[in-house]
C-alpha cells in the first residue's frame, strides 16, 4: 500500500494495523516513497523456551552451575554493596 503523508495522518491507526499484519506500507511525500512502516520485531531479553530446545537439539545439558551460598546471604550483600556499615 503507497499513500500520502497528508492521508497518512487521519489513518495512522488503519496504516499500524495493515503493516503489524505483514502489509508493505510506504508513505509519501510530494509523490515520492518517503518512509515505510514496518512490523517491529521483538527484542532484547531472553527467549527461554529457545534457548532450551536449542540446548536440546544440541545436545547440550543444562546449565548446573551453582552461587556460592555466601551469595544467597543478605549480610554479604550488604557488605558487597558497602551498605553494612549503616
Same mark, same amino acid.
Given at each position: 500500500?503507497?499513500?500520502?503523508?497528508?492521508?497518512?495522518?487521519?489513518?495512522?491507526?488503519?496504516?499500524?494495523?495493515?503493516?503489524?499484519?505483514?502489509?508493505?506500507?510506504?508513505?509519501?511525500?510530494?509523490?515520492?516513497?518517503?518512509?515505510? %512502516?514496518?512490523?517491529?520485531?521483538? /527484542?532484547?531479553?531472553?527467549? #527461554? *523456551?529457545?534457548?532450551?530446545?536449542? $540446548?536440546?537439539? +544440541? !545436545? %547440550?545439558?543444562?546449565?548446573?552451575? /551453582?552461587?556460592?551460598?555466601? #551469595? *544467597?546471604?543478605?549480610?554479604?550483600? $550488604?557488605?558487597? +554493596? !558497602? %551498605?553494612?556499615?549503616?
Amino acid at each position: 500500500m503507497e499513500i500520502a503523508l497528508r492521508e497518512a495522518k487521519a489513518r495512522l491507526s488503519e496504516l499500524v494495523a495493515a503493516a503489524c499484519s505483514g502489509e508493505r506500507v510506504i508513505i509519501t511525500q510530494h509523490g515520492h516513497p518517503a518512509v515505510e %512502516l514496518v512490523r517491529c520485531e521483538r /527484542r532484547g531479553g531472553i527467549d #527461554f *523456551d529457545r534457548l532450551d530446545a536449542a $540446548r536440546r537439539r +544440541l !545436545g %547440550l545439558k543444562a546449565n548446573r552451575e /551453582r552461587w556460592p551460598p555466601e #551469595f *544467597d546471604d543478605p549480610a554479604y550483600s $550488604r557488605q558487597v +554493596l !558497602g %551498605l553494612d556499615g549503616e
